[in-house]
C-alpha cells in the first residue's frame, strides 16, 4: 500500500513570489494535516482538512492557506513568500480525527531566497 | 491551549543504560498523548499512544495527570534506539489539532 505522497520533493522561489505544496494521503484516509518544520523550531502545525473542510489551524498569517479536494489529496500554498518561509513541510494524513494513527510523507523541502 | 514541552533537546546515553526521554504538557481538557520518532533517512512514525498502555521496542510511557507528564522510557538502551523523538498531544473526542513538542535527539553510544 503507498504511503502518504508529496510533491515536489524540493523547490526554490524568490521572495514574493508563491508556492504550491501537493499531497496524496493514504487511501482510506479522510483527514490530511500539513506541517512546517522550521531550523529549531520543531513542527509547527499549519492545516488540518477533513472531508474538504478546513477543521483546524496554527497561528499562521493567511497568507498561508489550503484546500482538500474531493479525493483528498491537498494542497498547500503559500503566497508572498519570505525568505521564513524556507523549511520542510509535511504532509501527514489519518483516518477521520488526528487521535488515529497519524502518517506522514517525507516533506517537500521549500527554500527561499 | 495545548502545549508540549520536551526540555532535553539533545540526550546521549550508553548501550545498556536507562534512558528516559522527558514530556510535559499543557491542555484544560482531557489528553491524549504519542511518542513520535524519526529514525536516521527514515518518516516521522508513530511510537507509541497512552491509551494503547503498550510496550513498543522495549519502551513505555505513562501518563501522569497530575505531574502533567508523559515521558518515555526504556531500561536499556540500544544503539538502533538512536533517532528523534517527539511527544504529541491532541484532545480526547477528535476535533483538536495534535501539537508537537519540539523533539529530543537520542543518541546511544556503544
Known amino acids: 500500500e503507498a504511503g502518504v505522497t508529496q510533491s515536489p520533493t524540493h523547490l526554490i522561489k524568490t521572495r514574493g513570489q508563491q508556492a504550491t505544496l501537493r499531497c496524496s494521503p493514504i487511501?482510506?484516509?479522510?483527514?490530511v494535516y500539513w506541517y512546517q518544520q522550521a531550523l529549531g523550531l520543531g513542527l509547527q502545525f499549519l492545516l488540518w482538512?477533513?472531508?474538504?473542510?478546513?477543521?483546524n489551524r496554527g497561528n499562521f498569517p493567511p497568507r498561508f492557506s489550503g484546500r482538500q479536494f474531493p479525493n483528498y489529496s491537498s494542497e498547500l500554498n503559500v503566497n508572498a513568500l519570505e525568505l521564513e518561509d524556507s523549511a520542510l513541510y509535511l504532509c501527514?494524513?489519518?483516518?477521520?480525527?488526528?487521535?488515529?494513527?497519524?502518517?506522514f510523507g517525507e516533506g517537500s523541502w521549500l527554500t527561499v531566497v | 491551549a495545548q502545549r508540549v514541552t520536551q526540555p532535553e533537546k539533545l540526550l546521549s546515553v550508553f548501550k545498556g543504560a536507562p534512558v528516559e526521554l522527558k514530556c510535559n504538557y499543557s491542555?484544560?481538557?482531557?489528553?491524549?498523548l504519542f511518542w513520535y520518532v524519526q529514525y536516521s533517512r527514515q518518516r516521522l512514525q508513530l511510537l507509541l499512544r497512552?491509551?494503547s498502555r503498550e510496550s513498543i521496542k522495549g519502551f513505555t510511557a505513562d501518563l501522569n495527570k497530575g505531574e502533567t507528564s508523559f515521558h518515555l522510557k526504556k531500561p536499556f538502551a540500544q544503539e538502533e534506539d538512536s533517532a528523534m523523538y517527539y511527544c504529541?498531544?491532541?484532545?480526547?473526542?477528535?476535533?483538536?489539532?495534535?501539537?508537537f513538542g519540539k523533539g529530543t535527539k537520542l543518541t546511544v553510544n556503544p
Open positions: 501527514a494524513s489519518s483516518l477521520r480525527y488526528p487521535g488515529n494513527t497519524i502518517y
Open positions: 487511501s482510506g484516509h479522510t483527514s
Open positions: 482538512y477533513d472531508e474538504g473542510e478546513e477543521r
Open positions: 491542555y484544560s481538557g482531557s489528553p491524549e
Open positions: 497512552h491509551i
Open positions: 504529541a498531544l491532541t484532545g480526547q473526542g477528535g476535533s483538536e489539532k495534535l501539537v
